[in-house]
Structures are given as structure tokens and as C-alpha cells.
């Protein structure tokens, strides 16, 4: 099963992400409230890929990413933002994510994004 971390500084955020994953067979073995983390927790769960905010507080999606391509594990990397402006999303791109979802997202896109890179 493919294994997901999901980061994000919003509880319910994280809560809503975990339930529409799990429903759509993906094993979330973990979450985070800000890119340091994160970082910490994929070091601890290798998870395959990891959903991304950018707008958190201590460490944002974007230095999160830049930290991250400096490690010897690197999961799939999809940003999940309402921050949908094409500068961030061209940040994101450049720094090794995979994916963009813009928030408020709606489920078949999130599944969609996410089942390209089920293992």
C-alpha cells in the first residue's frame, strides 16, 4: 500500500486529507503541522509521498522542499495550497515537487494527482 505523510498547519485540514485518502486506499502513516516537522517525520516513516503545504509557520512548504532535496530520502513531493498563484506553484516545480493541488480541493482531484504515483 502506498504510504502518505501529510503536512499541513490546519487540523481539519489534515483530518479531511487523511479520511478522503484512507477511503481511496492509501496508508497515511503520519502527519505534520509545519515543514520542520515534516522533515523529522520523513526521516522517521520514509512515506512514499507527502502532501505539502506552503503557507505554515517555523518552516514553509518551500524551504521544507529546499531542506529535503539536501536529504538521502526523497519522497513524491505534491503541494496542497490555497496559495494557487503561478510564481509559488513554479517554486514548488523547481524544487523537486510533482504536483499542485489548489485548495479548496475536490476529491477525484486529489485522488487523481495522488494515484500517479501509487505503488
Known amino acids: ?5 501529510i503536512v499541513d498547519d490546519a487540523v481539519f ?5 487523511k479520511q478522503l485518502l484512507e477511503r481511496n486506499g492509501f496508508e ?26 506552503i503557507t505554515m509557520p517555523e518552516m514553509d512548504g518551500i524551504e521544507c522542499m529546499m531542506e529535503l532535496k539536501k536529504m538521502d530520502y526523497m519522497p ?13 506553484v513554479q517554486k514548488a516545480v523547481l524544487n523537486g515537487a510533482k504536483g499542485f493541488i489548489v485548495k479548496p ?15
Open 1 to 5: 500500500m502506498t504510504t502518505v505523510l
Open 13 to 17: 485540514i489534515r483530518k479531511q486529507l
Open 28 to 53: 497515511v502513516v503520519g502527519e505534520a503541522e509545519n515543514g520542520k516537522a515534516a522533515l523529522k517525520k520523513i526521516q522517521e516513516v520514509k512515506p512514499d509521498i507527502v502532501t505539502l503545504d
Open 76 to 88: 513524491t513531493v505534491i503541494m496542497v495550497s490555497a496559495m494557487g498563484q503561478e510564481s509559488y
Open 105 to 119: 480541493y475536490k476529491e477525484e482531484v486529489v485522488i487523481k494527482n495522488l494515484n500517479k504515483f501509487k505503488k
